[in-house]
Nanobody
Framework: QVQLVESGGGPVQPGGSLKLSCVSS????????MAWYRQAPEKQLELVAR???????TYADSAKGRFTISTSWLRNTVDLQMDSLKPDDTGVYYC???????????????WGQGTQVTVSS
């Protein structure tokens, strides 16, 4: 069973930066896609960023220009560099991975347990 473990969350002031990392128990080169999702208070789970095996990335409009998703085959991680953070970025961030395309873009085989990000002054 594949395990994904997130780290790097915490409190940060508006305008600050955080880097989230998600370590996979198996090589990330075997995944078709990996992604970061966010669950904000009283809101639905939403996609923040997604990266395909070939390196194609997709970002939520709210993340464009501020967040960068990347994978490291050496460390078996998918990372999310978050800059210019805003209070609206607050939430629990989950990483996800899938081994093949699915009928729904939001359908993933594996999910991490989440890491809390709180942006507040």
């Amino acid at each position: 069973q594949v395990q994904l473990v997130e780290s790097g969350g915490g409190p940060v002031q508006p305008g600050g930066s955080l880097k989230l990392s998600c370590v996979s128990s198996t090589t990330v080169s075997g995944f078709y896609a990996m992604a970061w999702y966010r669950q904000a208070p009283e809101k639905q789970l939403e996609l923040v960023a997604r990266i395909l095996k070939g390196g194609v990335t997709t970002y939520a409009d709210s993340a464009k220009g501020r967040f960068t998703i990347s994978t490291s085959w050496l460390r078996n991680t998918v990372d999310l560099q978050m800059d210019s953070l805003k209070p609206d970025d607050t939430g629990v961030y989950y990483c996800a991975a899938k081994t093949a395309p699915k009928s729904s873009v939001d359908a993933f085989d594996y999910w991490g347990q989440g890491t809390q990000v709180t942006v507040s002054s």
